[in-house]
Structures are given as C-alpha cells and as structure tokens.
C-alpha cells in the first residue's frame, strides 16, 4: 500500500492491507486445491479435474468468528491504533461510516473487499484469478463471504458431517436487500438473473469518494440541493425536542410566506448535524423518486445529518408511494408540504408542526440581511417595510439577487422598481398555465370614474397594504378560522372599468394580475370544475398576486333549486367554491355585469362590493380626452364637447372607437378627424345593437353615407360631396 499516508487515510489502506492478506491466503488455498496449476487457460474454461472437485461436494470454507491467525492479531492492534487517534480528534471516515449505518465488524470486513479494486488495481486480476474468470474482477457474493472465512471446512469424505456453506445463515443475510450495506446504499447486489453466490457486488462512487475523503454529493443528489436562508421565523425548540430524543420524522405544514426549510434546517444545526436539503420542485417527470431518496438518505448519513426535503405536494400527486420513499428514509427527516399530513404516507407516525408565516416586521430583516448595502439608504428601508409580497426567505435571497442583476444592468444604484421587480420574478410558472398574467401599465390618474368609486378603490388596495398590521400586529385575525384573503366583487355594465380598476390596484400595491381563462377551469364532466379550481386556488397562494375570475357569474352563480342531477351538481361546485375561497390568503377580485346572478352566499363573504355606473356626460368627456391625447395626428374639426354630449357610451367603448378611428386615419395617410369619429361610432352602436338615428348623430347624420368617400380635411366638403350628387 502507498506510505507515508496521512492519518484520516491511514486507518482505512491499513484496513485495505488486512484484506490483501486475506486474499493471499484465498490464493494458497486455491493454488493448493487445484488439481492442475500450470494451465495455460485459467479463466478461460472449466477443466475435467475442476468439474471432478466440484462433484465432490467439498463445501469449503465457514463464516463464523473473526479469524484466528497473524492477520487477527495486525487487525486488533490496528484497531487499538484507531481508538487512540479518534480520541486525539482524528476523523477516521470508515469507523464514521460505521457508526453512521450501524454496520457489524463483519458488514466493514465485506465492505473493504468490495472496496479494494477500486482503490488498488492489483486486486481486480486477484479476483479474476480467484473466480476462475479473468473477466470477472470485482468480488462476487460468494468470494466476499469466502474471503471473510476463518476456517477450512473438512468435507464428507474426511469422515466428518457436513457443515452449511458459504451461501447460508449469518453470513449470507449480511447482503439481503434489508440488511444495513444493501439497504443503506453502500454496495451495490448486481447481476440480479445470476445465482445469489455469483452476483457481483460495487461500492457506489460517491461512498468510495467520502472515504477518501472527497465530499462532493452525488450528482442525482446535487441537482436536487438548496441552501437554507437563515431566519428567526417560528420556534426551533420543538422540532429541536424531537430530533434530540430520537424522532425520525417530522412534517412542517407550510403557509405562503413561512420559513419551514430555515426553521428546518436551524433545527438540525441546533444538534451539530448537517442536513441535506432537497427541493422537489426540481424533480423531473422522469425521475424515480426512489433512487432519489436512496441516494439522499444515504448522503445524509455520510454527512452525520439528516433529510430536510419538500415541498411534497407535487410528489404526493403521483400517489402515496412517492411520498413514502422519503417519509422512510433510514435517517432522521423533516418533510415540507402545504397540504395535510396523510397517514398513509408513511408507518412512521410524524410530528406534525405548523409552520407561522413571517411578520412583516421579520420578512424586512431578511430583506435587509439579503441587501446590506441598502442599511443606510432610508427610502428604500422605508420601501422595503411597505413590500406586500409573502416570500420565503430563500426566495427573498432570489429576489434581491434579481433586483441587483437588474439595477447593474441599468448601468445604477438599486431602486424600488428593482425591488418590486425582483420579487414578482419569483412567482411559480404553474399559475400561468391556468390564467393570463398582466403587468400593470395604468394607474390612478387613467382611471375615469366618480369619486366615490376610486375612493372604494383606494379603501380596498389599502386594506391589501395594512393586512399584516391589522391581522397580526393588532390581532383582528387571531379569533377567525377564516383565511387572511380579500375579496371584492366588481359589478357593472361592460367598458365600465372593472378590469382596469383591479390592474390599477394590482399596480399600487406592485403585484401582478392573473386574470383566470375560464375555459381552462368549467369542465363538462362531474366533478372536473372543482379539481381546476383547487388548482387554480394552489397555485395562486404560491404566487404574490392578484385573481381575477372575470364574469364571475357564470361559476359563481346562484344555486337553484334541484330538479335534476345535473342542478344538484351545479350546486355542489358553488358550495365548493363558498368553502375553498374563505381558505384563501390571496386577493381575488370578481367581475360581473349582472350582480343579481351572484350567489348572496357569496356576497356574505365578500370584503368589498363596487358598483361601477355608465360614465356622465363630463367623464364621457375625460374619457375621449384620455383616449385622443395631443400625441395623436388630430384634425382641427374635432368636437369632443358633442361626443360626450350626444352619445352614451362606455369607457370602453369609446376606446373601440378610438382605437377604430386611428386605424381609419392611418390608412388614409391623415390625421383623425371628426368623420372618422363619427362612422366609428356608427360602428360601435351597430355592434350593441342600437338604432343609429338622426337624432342623436345630428348633423353628422348624412355623412354616415357609405357611398361618401373619406374627406381629406373636414366635414364641409363631405356636405358638398352630398349636394353634387
């Protein structure tokens, strides 16, 4: 073996030597037995003398005690070695990893034989001899037991009653898959078709590079690691208790904004241990959950840790197996998930925690350990405390990485738009694929609306703003089951301004607005709807947004009387819904045009309920000026006085006509002008159904002609168009 070693390393090639001496004395014996030396083609075929040996039934050598000869002897005082350097503080990594998987002086004994060709490769043509098969160069089941043998056997026909062999008792249940080497992932049973006795057997990589002393996690593990934000979220002592007496399983129910995996991870720090800490977001579709958590208990023991993994939510839709591989996993482990425990996902019975959402108070002193340069910039302290995003600290840490990559990219200091920014980046995708994500680009002064109305608008962002000073600080929240969510209803006719108000409040408060595609969530079949609807709901409390279920009447409708199956199931999803939006910790923001449809079990619950009316005559006014601002090529006949005066339409309908308006002017090369206007009007009237008449249109009337060409400049000429002809 290669000398000087240094200490940590000395232990385990010495242990390496005591097995080259074992093997040596395998080779006598095999030398001694064979009927013909001197062949040529050893390894090659099976001769008539060796079939003749095997015939005879010579059972060969016994497990039983550690054997008893010079090599016993360098083995005791090479262990006598090893106490005294760990209680020098030496870190022998192959007792470690003894200790770790409780492993029987015989289990390291078949170990380090496992272990030898890939540390020596003498030891590969050694076993390629002792096999009889030159290509065979790891240790099989039967060599490995056979080279921990402390005795021969004397046969049948030395007058003596045969003894079990290699392949029975003690000794062969060392490599059962239960037992601590198989099932604690250090060596690997292959070949499963062949013979048990001539499997061969493999030492992982990762468990050969730990005891050289390489900690480099393997790399089914490594995809998986996180890295724990510390924070003083939640009461570590508990889960401390636990783990201290022996607890091999915890799961911390999580809410948006909680700090499970720090609390997690404190917890075990606590105990000197070092965990792993695995995201299961990152799991792939193909991914066997299994292997992964093989692999991650087996680097958690490695390590002296434990197993912090979550969230387990999306694991536990591929059923209760997928789960149950970590639940049990053969080292203390603390799971993540938001929904309830399920007894079925372990045998184990955990202790259940329910994890405390951070503070606002808490969440900015992780916002500023994350951004330390901004201690001394007093507005963006101030920013960071009026922040409304619920953030785990390990996405906070994301955030604030965002929020710098952008303010470097800019070429400047950081600013609250950075901030706001970053935290909306680490909204989860999976909302996406159930609804349409707006940015805000509007604000208060876009709004055209009475001024009891924008002041209901501000009231309701306001309340958003001071949830957590209200319901945590001030306690209004501590004697209601009910969730911390908010919920206003919209109503009024279409182009009123629902839609734009609730992105203006999304705006104000700095979050995004999800408005949900309803066609993703009605299901013609019984029961669908409800599943799309605890989806949508699940994945909107892991974002920090805003719901907007627009014609909200059309699920949340009133219940009816039940003539039929299918009114009976109608009423079962609007009782589903009354039950799932009160557990909702989000803002959702329902549009209806007809408040009479929605169900008054619904307006019970409702935090906020804003009638939007048709526009007057002076905000009809604003309306067009806001949508035909001086940016606009406009021609000098324009009367908006008489648009707002002479026609009753909607906000949004004057941005139809508007935006027809601009078209009709660009294709014609000229600015807008009033004909242009008015025919759009015509148009939108035409679309709602009303009558176009005289006497609303007025004088502009006849120039509603179609056999009218467009004018080039106003409408003097249009009426001269009209007389010629």
């Known amino acids: 073996?290669?000398?000087?070693?240094?200490?940590?390393?000395?232990?385990?090639?010495?242990r390496l030597?005591?097995?080259?001496?074992?093997?040596?004395?395998?080779?006598?014996r095999r030398r001694a037995d064979d009927p013909d030396p001197s062949d040529r083609f050893r390894g090659l075929y099976i001769s008539e003398a060796q079939v003749d040996g095997l015939l005879a039934g010579d059972p060969g050598p016994l497990l039983a005690e550690p054997p008893d000869d010079?090599?016993?002897?360098?083995?005791?005082?090479?262990?006598?070695?090893?106490?005294?350097?760990?209680?020098?503080?030496?870190?022998?990594?192959?007792?470690?990893?003894?200790?770790?998987?409780?492993?029987?002086?015989?289990?390291?004994?078949?170990?380090?034989?496992?272990?030898a060709p890939d540390l020596e490769p003498r030891f590969e043509r050694l076993y390629g001899?002792?096999?009889?098969?030159?290509?065979?160069?790891?240790?099989?089941?039967?060599?490995?037991?056979?080279?921990?043998?402390?005795?021969?056997?004397?046969?049948?026909?030395?007058?003596?009653?045969?003894?079990?062999?290699?392949?029975?008792?003690?000794?062969?249940?060392?490599?059962?898959?239960?037992?601590?080497?198989?099932?604690?992932?250090?060596?690997?049973?292959?070949?499963?078709e062949r013979p048990f006795l001539t499997r061969s057997l493999r030492v992982p990589d990762r468990v050969t590079a730990h005891l050289l002393g390489v900690d480099a996690p393997d790399p089914i593990v490594s995809a998986l690691l996180t890295v724990a934000v510390p924070a003083a979220v939640g009461a570590v002592a508990p889960l401390e208790r636990a783990l201290a007496a022996g607890s091999r399983l915890v799961y911390i129910r999580e809410r948006v904004g909680s700090a499970g995996l720090s609390l997690a991870a404190a917890a075990f720090g606590v105990l000197g241990a070092d965990p792993v800490l695995l995201d299961l977001t990152r799991l792939g579709p193909g991914?066997?959950?299994?292997?992964?958590?093989?692999?991650?208990?087996?680097?958690?023991?490695?390590?002296?840790?434990?197993?912090?993994?979550?969230?387990?939510?999306?694991?536990?839709?591929?059923?209760?197996?997928?789960?149950?591989?970590?639940?049990?996993?053969?080292?203390?482990?603390?799971?993540?998930?938001?929904?309830?425990?399920?007894?079925?996902?372990?045998?184990?019975?955990?202790?259940?925690?329910?994890?405390?959402?951070?503070?606002?108070?808490?969440?900015g002193a992780i916002w500023r350990s994350a951004l330390p340069d901004v201690t001394g910039d007093e507005s963006l302290g101030a920013e960071i405390d009026r922040l409304p995003f619920r953030l785990a600290p390990e996405q906070v840490m994301r955030a604030a990485r965002s929020a710098t990559l952008h303010a470097v990219a800019d070429g400047r200091g950081l600013e609250s738009r950075d901030l706001y920014r970053?935290?909306?980046?680490?909204?989860?995708?999976?909302?996406?694929?159930?609804?349409?994500?707006?940015e805000p680009v509007v604000a208060w002064p876009d709004l055209v609306l009475p001024r009891p109305i924008v002041g209901q608008l501000r009231e309701l962002a306001g309340r958003a703003r001071h949830r957590d000073l209200v319901l945590?600080?001030?306690?209004m929240g501590r004697r209601s089951s009910k969730g911390r969510g908010i919920t206003a209803l919209f109503a009024g006719d279409s182009g009123t301004g629902k839609t734009m108000s609730a992105e203006v409040i999304a705006g104000e408060l700095g979050l995004d607005l999800y408005v949900i595609d309803l066609s993703t969530v009605v299901d013609k079949y019984i029961g669908e709807t409800e599943k799309n609807l605890d989806r949508v709901f699940s994945e909107a409390d892991r974002v920090n947004g805003i719901l907007?279920?627009?014609?909200?009447?059309?699920?949340?409708?009133k219940r009816s009387e039940v003539k039929d199956a299918r009114d009976r199931y109608a009423n079962v999803e609007v009782a589903y819904l009354l039950q799932r939006m009160e557990q909702f910790d989000g803002m959702a923001i329902l549009t209806t045009n007809l408040r009479a449809n929605v169900d008054e079990a619904f307006v019970r619950r409702l935090d906020a309920i804003i009638d939007f009316p048709m526009p007057e005559q002076e905000d009809r006014l604003r309306i067009w000026r806001t949508n035909l601002p001086a940016g606009l090529p406009l021609a000098s006949d324009l009367d908006l006085d008489f648009l707002a005066r002479a026609f009753k339409l909607s906000g949004g309908n004057i941005r139809n006509v508007a935006v027809g308006a601009a078209y009709r002017a660009a294709e014609a090369a000229r600015p807008i002008s009033m004909l242009d206007l008015v025919r759009e009007t015509e148009r939108e009237y035409r679309k709602l159904g009303r009558l176009v008449v005289e006497s609303e249109f007025g004088a502009h009337f006849r120039a509603l002609d179609p056999e009218v060409d467009d004018p080039p400049r106003g409408l003097d000429e249009v009426e001269s168009g009209i007389a010629a002809r």
């Open 17 to 28: 030597a005591l097995v080259a001496a074992r093997v040596a004395e395998a080779v006598a």
């Open 287 to 363: 991914d066997d959950p299994a292997l992964v958590a093989a692999a991650a208990a087996r680097e958690a023991r490695l390590r002296g840790g434990g197993l912090v993994a979550g969230p387990i939510d999306g694991l536990a839709e591929r059923g209760a197996p997928a789960v149950r591989v970590f639940a049990e996993a053969a080292c203390p482990t603390i799971l993540l998930g938001v929904r309830g425990w399920d007894p079925g996902w372990s045998r184990q019975v955990p202790l259940l925690v329910e994890s405390v959402a951070a503070t606002a108070a808490e969440r």
């Open 548 to 557: 907007l279920f627009d014609e909200a009447d059309s699920i949340f409708g």
């Open 472 to 475: 945590d600080e001030w306690g």
């Open 70 to 115: 010079a090599t016993a002897g360098a083995a005791a005082e090479l262990e006598a070695w090893a106490d005294e350097a760990e209680k020098s503080g030496a870190i022998l990594r192959l007792r470690r990893l003894a200790r770790a998987f409780e492993l029987t002086s015989l289990d390291v004994e078949l170990l380090l034989i496992v272990l």
């Open 422 to 438: 970053g935290a909306r980046a680490q909204n989860a995708a999976g909302l996406e694929r159930l609804a349409r994500r707006i």
């Open 129 to 192: 001899y002792l096999h009889d098969d030159v290509s065979r160069r790891r240790a099989s089941t039967g060599l490995a037991l056979e080279l921990c043998a402390v005795e021969k056997v004397v046969g049948i026909n030395a007058g003596r009653a045969a003894r079990p062999g290699i392949g029975f008792g003690a000794g062969r249940s060392r490599l059962d898959p239960g037992a601590p080497l198989v099932a604690g992932g250090l060596v690997l049973v292959e070949d499963p």
């Open 1 to 14: 073996m290669p000398a000087p070693v240094e200490t940590a390393n000395r232990y385990l090639h010495d």
